[in-house]
């Protein structure tokens, strides 16, 4: 298994900066990718950004292109997201994500705890 504990959160004005931090433990070598989710009040789960294990490929959501970046230390077994620009809209708990291989068929996804962003304007 995997386990994952983040760090980071916090209140911020508009245009303000954040840097969210996702350490993991258990079965490092099985994970494959990891990333970072939000959820807003009365919204479902959405994707913000993923990076690869294997060669570092990112992807990003649209509506964080140019503001949010996403980045690992292996070393640390951690994963970042610096949050850049901030708009209240970006308000909402964020979850960090390890997909990882269980045996040789079948891929599991983990969840942090999850941290609150709050962005004032």
């Known amino acids: 298994q995997v386990q994952l504990v983040e760090s980071g959160g916090g209140l911020v004005q508009f245009g303000g900066s954040l840097r969210l931090s996702c350490t993991a433990s258990?079965?490092?070598?099985?994970?494959?990718?990891m990333g970072w989710y939000r959820q807003a009040p009365g919204k479902q789960r959405e994707l913000v950004a993923q990076?690869?294990?294997?060669?570092?490929?990112?992807n990003y959501a649209d509506p964080v292109k140019g503001r949010f970046t996403i980045s690992r230390d292996n070393a640390k077994n951690t994963v970042y997201l610096q949050m850049n620009s901030l708009k209240p809209e970006d308000t909402a708990v964020y979850y960090c994500?390890?997909?990882?291989?269980?045996?040789?068929?079948?891929?599991?996804?983990?969840w942090g705890q999850g941290t609150q962003v709050t962005v004032s304007s």
């Open positions: 258990g079965s490092i070598a099985s994970i494959y990718a």
């Open positions: 990076i690869s294990s294997n060669n570092g490929s990112t």
């Open positions: 994500n390890a997909d990882y291989h269980k045996g040789s068929t079948t891929t599991v996804r983990s």
